[in-house]
């Protein structure tokens, strides 16, 4: 079983070289293993954190609360994300963070990092870059549902979940567990339930994919990505997914 260490190390090598003293470092960290309910928050906006999130199980999500209490998601995050590695860097939070079905998160003290990226600044090269490529991940999503039609908007949102899990060596081929439902899909896609009923049927009678009850089957990969216009070069892995 990984332990805390062995995911932020993995994640990290996925767009950083790290040597064995890096690794060292890494695992010297101390950290406190917190569970979450479905839609907990563990952080919210508005809040000044003092420490710092990995997620270890399950998935979790960055959101923008909407006047009278709507969500807009704004990305997703899986096993080996560090959702909120910008507050070392910000002071009060301009998002919250929650759980998207049951999930674990480690929680790190930033003084803790802080004094890492001292000793080992190629580790803190690297958890700059993890917050680099979060940002690319916004560049995307914000071309996604301002530009694309609505089936295209969400053949690219499961290109990139279903992508980033192989990479991490979440999913199996062909089958990826995303734990939300359509009103969450719709909240990050700006889609109402019955847009995304009504896209969900369109990609479904493709024969590229189907979603039902959480999971993610991808039946022809090649079709997804270009209804999705997905290639993946934004997320800057160092190694592509064996699709």
Same mark, same amino acid.
């Not at 690794?23 to 406190?32: D, K, N």
């Not at 710092?52 to 006047?67: D, E, F, I, K, N």
């Given at each position: 079983? +990984?332990?805390?260490?062995?995911?932020?190390?993995?994640?990290?090598?996925?767009?950083?070289? !790290?040597?064995?003293?890096?690794?060292?470092?890494?695992?010297?960290?101390?950290?406190?293993?917190?569970?979450?309910?479905?839609?907990?928050?563990? @952080?919210? +906006?508005?809040?000044? #954190?003092?420490?710092?999130?990995?997620?270890?199980?399950?998935?979790?999500?960055?959101?923008?609360?909407?006047?009278?209490?709507?969500?807009?998601?704004?990305?997703?995050?899986?096993?080996?994300?560090? #959702?909120?590695?910008?507050?070392?860097?910000?002071?009060?939070?301009?998002?919250?963070?929650?759980? @998207?079905?049951?999930?674990? =998160?480690?929680?790190?003290?930033?003084?803790? =990092?802080?004094?890492?990226?001292?000793?080992?600044? %190629?580790?803190?090269?690297?958890?700059?870059?993890?917050? !680099? =490529?979060?940002?690319?991940?916004?560049?995307?999503? @914000?071309?996604?549902?301002?530009?694309? #039609?609505?089936?295209?908007?969400?053949?690219? !949102?499961?290109? %990139?979940?279903?992508?980033?899990?192989?990479?991490?060596?979440?999913?199996?081929?062909?089958?990826?567990?995303?734990?939300?439902?359509?009103?969450?899909?719709? %909240?990050?896609?700006?889609?109402?339930?019955?847009?995304?009923?009504?896209?969900?049927?369109?990609?479904?009678?493709?024969?590229?994919?189907?979603?039902?009850?959480?999971?993610?089957?991808?039946?022809?990969?090649?079709?997804?990505? %270009? !209804?999705?216009?997905?290639?993946?070069?934004?997320?800057?892995?160092?190694?592509?997914?064996?699709?």
């Amino acid at each position: 079983m +990984q332990t805390e260490h062995d995911i932020i190390t993995r994640k990290l090598g996925e767009h950083s070289r !790290l040597d064995d003293k890096d690794v060292a470092a890494l695992r010297s960290l101390p950290v406190q293993s917190r569970r979450l309910r479905p839609n907990e928050d563990f @952080i919210r +906006q508005g809040d000044r #954190p003092t420490q710092s999130a990995l997620v270890t199980q399950g998935m979790v999500a960055r959101y923008h609360v909407l006047r009278g209490g709507r969500r807009q998601y704004l990305s997703f995050h899986m096993t080996g994300d560090l #959702p909120d590695a910008q507050t070392l860097f910000i002071e009060r939070m301009d998002h919250a963070v929650c759980a @998207i079905g049951e999930a674990t =998160i480690a929680l790190i003290p930033h003084h803790k =990092i802080c004094d890492l990226f001292e000793r080992r600044p %190629e580790v803190g090269f690297a958890i700059w870059r993890e917050t !680099l =490529i979060d940002a690319a991940i916004f560049r995307e999503a @914000i071309t996604n549902n301002s530009s694309r #039609p609505a089936a295209a908007r969400m053949a690219h !949102l499961f290109c %990139e979940l279903y992508y980033r899990a192989r990479s991490a060596g979440l999913a199996k081929p062909g089958s990826c567990r995303l734990p939300f439902h359509q009103g969450q899909i719709g %909240e990050a896609l700006a889609m109402s339930i019955v847009t995304v009923n009504r896209t969900m049927q369109t990609l479904r009678r493709t024969g590229a994919m189907e979603f039902r009850n959480g999971m993610l089957t991808v039946f022809d990969w090649k079709k997804l990505a %270009e !209804l999705g216009e997905f290639d993946p070069n934004y997320l800057h892995l160092k190694r592509p997914a064996r699709l």
